[in-house]
């Protein structure tokens, strides 16, 4: 399994970006699909995610509004658009796949058994 994550860079308070997770050697559209991300000097955090078929996002409340997570089963690939985005939004942004998680587990990390490298997101004036 292989998860590339892209799209990140370096954007302005208020800008937006959309990040794409590409991936390879798994059954996409049963995989629930999550972007997490860690700050500088913080702990790895729940951004979104995308529950296998059903396609049904979650959001951490920071980012609910603001961002939003799809999948599109047919390029076996997950996006994160990003929008408004504040200097709090400054992390190394990560894709992962659960082929086990349940509902309630979407937000933990320990629910996903794949991860790809990061793609760092800074927001800055």
């Known amino acids: 399994v292989q998860l590339q994550a892209s799209g990140g860079g370096l954007v302005q308070p208020g800008d937006s970006l959309r990040l794409s997770c590409a991936a390879s050697?798994?059954?996409?559209?049963?995989?629930?699909m999550g972007w997490f991300r860690q700050g500088p000097g913080k702990e790895r955090e729940f951004v979104a995610s995308?529950?296998?078929?059903?396609?049904?996002?979650y959001y951490a409340d920071s980012v609910k509004g603001r961002f939003t997570a799809s999948k599109d089963n047919a390029k076996n690939t997950v996006y994160l658009q990003m929008n408004s985005l504040t200097p709090e939004d400054t992390a190394v942004y990560y894709c992962?796949?659960?082929?086990?998680?349940?509902?309630?587990?979407?937000?933990?990390?320990?629910?996903?058994?794949?991860w790809g490298q990061g793609t760092l997101v800074t927001v800055s004036s």
């Open positions: 992962a796949a659960s082929t086990r998680a349940i509902l309630s587990q979407v937000a933990s990390p320990n629910a996903y058994n794949y």
């Open positions: 995308v529950f296998r078929s059903y396609g049904r996002s």
């Open positions: 050697g798994l059954t996409f559209s049963s995989t629930t």
